[in-house]
């Protein structure tokens, strides 16, 4: 109920003001014009009440900081009416700029209060400012969201579920995608902050620039980022580093030469790093898995079979055949059991990924295999490894 209550008293108080900007509602208040309508929130009258709350809209930022000292009274009624009128201040602003095909960020005045970190710090307080202000936050984060997925979308970013392949794993997950497609400006990626509760990101090809990091970096709660296809440069592997944190870190088909593979050390990765395609070299690997022994470390030549198989009674069986794979082109299908690869024994699907991580794209290898108790042989050409569509 009593977010209900703040939500019918934020909706009276903004109204129109999420679509609007400040400079169109603003009105250059004195602060002791400000002071008293301030005073006059805890009013017995309704209307004296109504009226000083709609001219501390029109004041704006010039109003944040005495209604912040006004919540130092504790009193029920003004404290609902000085957060909303805050989390109305806050949401008055635009999210972006212009109405050109190519908008930018809006910037805030490093000059003028801002009423978003003002709850944000407010909602870290007990009592009821504490938790009024924490649903408004929560609001307005909610409405943000919002905005910054149809902002994105429109100018190509993908943000969404989508199937993510992570080292040899797939799985359906809440993602942000950059990639070729994504026709904005980059600073407007910096709306990413926003976009809370997804943990991953990719990015790739000619997307993988610093300006487009900077931005995957603002997401709240990344744990994994694969950047793919693309090339990297030492500004853009600093930003990595400005990361407080990053769980999983993948390059697939990005080249790294020895400084990069020597600023990877430095990253403040918590759980595995890939590296697939990068033409790193085993020696160079081994030496950073010296370098980070508590780090699990995926190395994989890059080259890419396009089977998944189910390790059952010590065999290799074919489960699928990715389409327009080496494995397709080769002959090999479903419920194939692969018992070889380069004279290698397999017997788990394990064993042939080891095999083929040994292997760059373009090169063949050879696999025996059996089929309805019949064992054959074929040589299967590797390719990369893609997304799905």
């Not at 990639?179 to 400006?185: K, L, M, S």
């Not at 500004?235 to 407080?244: A, H, N, Q, S, W």
Request: charged share 25%.
């Amino acid at each position: 109920m009593r977010s209900v209550s703040l939500i019918h008293q934020s909706t009276k108080i903004a109204g129109f003001l999420l679509l609007s900007t400040l400079a169109s509602v603003s009105h250059a208040a004195t602060p002791e014009e400000i002071a008293a309508q301030i005073e006059s929130l805890s009013s017995d009258s309704y209307l004296r009440r109504e009226n000083a709350t709609e001219a501390l809209l029109k004041a704006g930022p010039a109003a944040i900081e005495p209604l912040v000292k006004v919540l130092e009274r504790g009193d029920l009624e003004t404290t609902q009416r000085a957060i909303g009128i805050l989390q109305s201040i806050a949401m008055a602003r635009p999210i972006i700029e212009g109405e050109s095909e190519r908008p930018k960020l809006a910037r805030l005045d490093p000059n003028e209060p801002d009423a978003w970190e003002t709850l944000l710090s407010l909602s870290t307080m007990g009592g009821s400012r504490g938790e009024r202000a924490s649903m408004a936050v929560e609001e307005i984060t909610h409405v943000r969201r919002a905005q910054t997925i149809q902002t994105l979308s429109l100018q190509g970013a993908v943000i969404g579920v989508k199937e993510f392949v992570y080292g040899a794993t797939s799985t359906l997950q809440r993602v942000v995608e950059i990639n070729e497609a994504y026709q904005g400006d980059d600073s407007l990626l910096e709306l990413l902050r926003w976009i809370d509760r997804v943990e991953y990101a990719r990015i790739e090809g000619p997307a993988i620039r610093e300006g487009v990091l900077k931005g995957i970096t603002q997401m709240p709660d990344l744990k994994t980022l694969s950047l793919l296809y693309g090339d990297i440069n030492m500004e853009t592997m600093k930003v990595i580093g400005d990361l407080e944190s990053i769980d999983h870190l993948e390059f697939r088909y990005v080249t790294l030469n020895d400084e990069m593979i020597d600023a990877i050390a430095k990253l403040p990765i918590r759980v595995s790093l890939t590296l697939n395609g990068t033409d790193a070299s085993s020696d160079r690997v081994d030496r950073l898995r010296q370098t980070l022994p508590g780090l699990k470390i995926e190395y994989k030549r890059g080259g890419f079979l396009g089977v998944r198989c189910n390790d059952t009674f010590n065999e290799c069986i074919i489960q699928s055949v990715v389409e327009d794979s080496g494995a397709e082109a080769a002959g090999l299908r479903r419920d194939d059991v692969i018992i070889q690869a380069n004279g290698e024994p397999v017997r788990r699907f394990a064993d042939l990924q080891a095999v083929i991580n040994t292997r760059d794209p373009g090169q063949n290898i050879h696999i025996v295999y059996r089929r309805l108790n019949v064992e054959y042989e074929t040589d299967a050409k590797l390719g990369k490894l893609t997304e799905p569509n």
